[in-house]
């Protein structure tokens, strides 16, 4: 069944799950957990939305049921680290990749992956407050800026400033030599 309309937000994050439901299932059903929620909180009254959703319920409850007992799955303090930790491992590979100053469109799609990743940690507000050890709401903003940043460097024909905004000025301010100064005058 192809995805509704109303449901497009939904979207990265079922996409997500497709990518990754052979390498890690768990993941997958993070994802697609996650994409769940969304799609209930809206309250669509469209029928093919409610459809597409209660079929999507079902996938999930296949999905449990293949992965098997999994505390990945069953314990939400040990899903919000499994979760937080494939997301910072996404990331973090991107962004070697961009300060390394080898970005590519594929560095790009990785950042936005990170991103999508990082936003399925909402799924877990109770206890991932209280664990995770990262500045979640910062690292999606840059993960998204990044992407949009590369993504824009190509477009334009360019090659992509690594790092943060700033970060190469200030760097090659840092190495660059004080500047000479008069001698002080004798008299």
Aim: some cysteine; proline content about 7%.
């Amino acid at each position: 069944m192809s995805l509704p309309r109303e449901l497009k937000s939904i979207q990265p994050f079922l996409q997500r799950a497709e990518e990754v439901k052979s390498a890690d299932p768990v993941i997958a059903y993070w994802c697609t957990y996650y994409a769940a929620q969304l799609g209930i909180a809206l309250k669509l009254k469209d029928n093919a939305a409610r459809t597409f959703l209660f079929d999507l319920l079902g996938r999930l409850e296949t999905m449990k049921s293949e992965i098997g007992p999994n505390d990945a799955i069953d314990d939400e303090s040990a899903s919000s680290a499994y979760v937080e930790n494939f997301a910072i491992r996404i990331f973090a590979a991107a962004d070697s990749e961009d300060r390394r100053g080898n970005a590519t469109r594929a560095t790009a799609k990785k950042f936005l992956a990170a991103a999508n990743f990082l936003e399925v940690l909402d799924t877990f507000t109770q206890s991932s407050d209280a664990t995770t050890t990262i500045n979640v709401p910062e690292k999606i903003r840059y993960s998204k800026w990044k992407a949009a940043d590369i993504a824009k460097a190509f477009r334009e024909g360019r090659k992509p400033t690594p790092g943060a905004p700033g970060e190469v000025e200030e760097a090659a301010e840092e190495q660059s030599p004080p500047e000479p100064t008069s001698p002080p005058a004798i008299h």
